[in-house]
């Protein structure tokens, strides 16, 4: 994507460089230098700083004092207590779709379901992602939960970066995943949701210990 000064500066810079940063393009122990960010984005420092304050506190950036900025380093113990933390935040956005989403919030979250089917069926881990998180926003929009919606915009930049590494680097089949997500879809649309929520809280309990076992190949994407 190219990038394009405007409003709130500071934010578009962090998520222009946070984009980077989930998909790899960043790596991870990857020093950003200010000069050449700025001159780059043809930008001032004032709001690439404030930008790298934002990704510091989304994990993916560290700012060591008086020397460098860089891309933040994968570790085993935040991917587990970040995979800890979602199980259940996402657990209470399934049992929440299933008590307050409309037929319509349903039929979206289905449509998305089946965009994420046909992408792991043609094997297109991008496409895939994508739909994911289509997906996770029509749940979110479908519980009707505000303090969910801030909680998971904070932890989602962190949380996608795995996400995604973790289809980069999977060898088998993704359809297997999606069937688990089709039976936590039924029962969200037959309003049981404490089923939905265990299938989803075993879903990403399993997704987590994929992405422990793997972590060390994920410098090389």
């Not at 587990?80 to 979250?109: N, P, Q, W």
Request: aromatic share 6%.
């Amino acid at each position: 994507m190219d990038f394009k000064p405007s409003k709130n500066l500071a934010e578009q810079i962090a998520q222009y460089l946070a984009d980077k940063i989930i998909l790899f393009q960043l790596k991870p122990g990857e020093r950003l230098i200010e000069e050449d960010l700025a001159r780059d984005l043809g930008v001032s420092r004032s709001p690439l700083r404030e930008a790298l304050r934002i990704l510091e506190k989304k994990w993916l950036v560290e700012l060591i004092p008086r020397r460098e900025a860089r891309v933040s380093v994968l570790n085993e113990r935040l991917i587990i207590c970040t995979g800890d933390i979602l199980k259940e935040i996402y657990g209470l956005v399934a049992r929440k779709s299933a008590e307050f989403g409309t037929e319509d919030e349903h039929r979206l979250m289905a449509k998305n379901l089946s965009m994420m089917e046909d992408c792991a069926r043609d094997n297109d881990r991008r496409g895939y992602f994508d739909a994911l998180i289509d997906y996770e926003i029509a749940c979110l929009k479908a519980a009707k939960n505000v303090v969910l919606n801030i909680l998971l915009k904070d932890l989602w930049p962190s949380s996608r970066r795995v996400q995604y590494a973790s289809l980069k680097l999977r060898t088998e089949s993704l359809l297997d995943t999606v069937a688990l997500f089709r039976q936590a879809q039924q029962c969200i649309e037959e309003k049981n949701g404490d089923k939905a929520a265990a299938i989803i809280r075993e879903l990403i309990g399993s997704e987590t210990r994929f992405s422990v076992k793997y972590l060390p190949h994920f410098e090389t994407l």
